[in-house]
């Protein structure tokens, strides 16, 4: 009876790791097919979701654990931050002032960050596992570059879903130039991290360099002044987390560059000139946005108007301008105004605590070692400089309301709490 039993179990535990691999293949078919299609995303979150559950059932011992609490996901240092903040957008989805469009917005989105966050955790175990999932992310972040590039100077579209070139910016699959932009954020920060770990291998080193010139020529094409912003703050905290004498240099050039610029913007050839005129008018259209969403924001200060409504009732608290009767539908193109304006001031706390927690670990987890010594810290570094870079840009645009760039966005921070639950065992 007792071989029986063990044979049994052996094979639960062979099914369990199968399906570990099944999940981690969706996973990676999320990443590949981010940039391009949705239908491909959605249908691999649900897959993804079934197995973890078939995986749960089968791994279930009668008599240990109550049955409900199998399906609890894989501790990580932030369930205590994601489950407040989950519990303030439920309490919010009650009180919203369009329940159905709430809910859907729940289950349809937030919820989801943290299915692909959790899945990610439960999945990536082993060093090939992070491996697999950059070499993947560096394919597909190539051929979306190699997309951009066609779509900008020969073919005005790109060749996998038809989008036009709009306003001479490159948009490769993107609906907008800035969501381009935020994707490429996030491959800058891992190219540059692989390009640390590659700097011996010179056939590797070369690819590496071309494909990192490729992002940064396809970044400039997007014409996305918050990305490149994003950019230097995300060097920022890189040089801060490597070599704090760097980043002392690197912001004195910075501050200097900013000084003498009017300056030395009299030397610049006009055609090369940031359009400062340009940058004004984008900032003064998202101030005023920004203002019109305070008032919606001090009518329901602390829980908000609910989830996935301000769109729809931005209409009524925006101004007219021209004696027009109404504007096409907008978002707040500053992810925290809006997450304010949905979910209220105990939303937007509770989301900037899960955010400080999320570094305040990873910070005192990198202090442990050698900064930069071993290939997975590399990468480690490179994770947490994206995702800093992208939250940075948020500031200034949608990206934690675009279902391609907020799965992106949890899913590698999903991929960091991974490795930082298996940094002991990898370095």
């Known amino acids: 009876m007792v071989p029986v039993l063990t044979n049994i179990m052996i094979s639960a535990d062979n099914l369990s790791h199968k399906i570990d691999s099944a999940i981690r293949f969706f996973l990676y078919l999320i990443i590949f097919w981010l940039p391009y299609s949705p239908a491909v995303i959605e249908s691999s979150v649900i897959t993804s979701v079934v197995l973890f559950v078939v995986k749960r059932v089968v791994s279930y011992k009668p008599g240990r654990v109550a049955f409900i609490s199998i399906f609890r996901p894989r501790k990580t240092f932030l369930d205590k931050e994601i489950a407040m903040f989950l519990i303030v957008c439920i309490i919010s989805t009650l009180l919203s002032r369009n329940l159905s469009v709430s809910a859907h917005g729940f289950f349809s989105k937030t ?38 590039l066609l779509q900008y100077y020969f073919l005005y579209k790109d060749i996998f879903r038809g989008q036009v ?125 920004w203002q019109d969403s305070f008032k919606m924001i001090k009518e329901r200060p602390l829980l908000g108007h609910g989830l996935n409504t301000y769109m729809k009732n931005f209409q009524d608290y925006r101004r007219k301008y021209l004696d027009a009767a109404d504007f096409s539908h907008t978002y707040a193109h500053n992810c925290y105004v809006q997450m304010t304006v949905e979910i209220g001031v105990l939303g937007l706390l509770s989301f900037l605590w899960l955010i400080i927690k999320y570094y305040y670990k990873l910070y005192e987890r990198l202090k442990k070692y050698v900064i930069l010594k071993k290939n997975i810290l590399v990468i480690f570094t490179g994770l947490i400089a994206s995702t800093f870079s992208f939250l940075i840009q948020s500031f200034l645009d949608t990206n934690l309301y675009s279902l391609q760039l907020s799965l992106l966005f949890w899913l590698v921070v999903g991929i960091t709490a991974a490795l930082y639950n298996n940094l002991d065992e990898l370095i």
């Not at 240099?249 to 005129?277: D, E, H, M, Q, W």
């Open 165 to 289: 070139l709009s306003d001479n910016r490159m948009t490769a699959g993107f609906s907008h130039a800035n969501g381009l932009g935020a994707y490429l954020i996030i491959w800058f920060f891992i190219a540059l991290a692989l390009f640390k770990i590659f700097n011996k291998n010179r056939s590797k080193l070369v690819l590496l360099l071309i494909n990192l010139t490729l992002i940064i020529w396809a970044i400039l094409l997007t014409g996305s002044r918050s990305a490149w912003f994003s950019i230097i703050a995300g060097i920022g905290l890189l040089l801060f987390i490597v070599r704090k004498r760097l980043f002392i240099v690197f912001t004195i050039v910075l501050l200097l560059c900013l000084f003498l610029y009017p300056i030395i913007n009299k030397y610049i050839p006009a055609g090369s000139r940031v359009n400062i005129s340009a940058i004004e008018s984008s900032f003064s259209w998202r101030a005023g946005i």
């Open 111 to 148: 919820l989801e960050w943290f299915v692909v966050f959790y899945l990610a955790v439960e999945v990536f175990k082993e060093k090939k596992h992070f491996i697999c999932a950059l070499i993947v992310f560096m394919i597909t972040s190539f051929a979306t570059v190699i997309d951009g």
